[in-house]
């Protein structure tokens, strides 16, 4: 079974720039989506960017696009995430998650079945 590992989070200023890295390790990512959520304090999870890894179609939430760049490794079991010109508003533990969600679903955490412990990304105005 694969397993996740979620890494690159931190403290930044507002306007700086992050990249976050998630590993897998048991399997590769192909033929799975893979996403990134977030969840801040008394938040409910959401949805940050996926990408299909068989064909690379990438999907962003309205609030990150333009901002947050989604990316495969070379090899089939690293994400990136690129985010820059973060703001407070960005301050959350952000998750990796796999599973194979039909299209429709794809921003929808019940649609992904593997997930990652979290890192936390803390953005200070």
């Known amino acids: 079974q694969v397993q996740l590992v979620e890494s690159g989070g931190g403290l930044v200023q507002a306007g700086g720039s992050l990249r976050l890295s998630c590993a897998a390790s048991g399997d590769t990512f192909r033929g799975y989506a893979v996403g990134w959520f977030r969840q801040a304090p008394g938040k409910e999870r959401e949805f940050v960017s996926a990408v299909r890894w068989s064909g690379g179609y990438t999907y962003y939430s309205d609030s990150v696009k333009g901002r947050f760049t989604i990316s495969k490794g070379n090899v089939h079991n690293t994400l990136y995430l690129q985010m820059n010109s973060l703001t407070p508003e960005d301050t959350a533990v952000y998750y990796c998650?796999?599973?194979?969600?039909?299209?429709?679903?794809?921003?929808?955490?019940?649609?992904?079945?593997?997930w990652g412990q979290g890192t936390q990304v803390t953005v200070s105005s």
């Open positions: 998650a796999t599973g194979r969600p039909i299209l429709s679903e794809i921003r929808n955490a019940r649609g992904y079945g593997t």
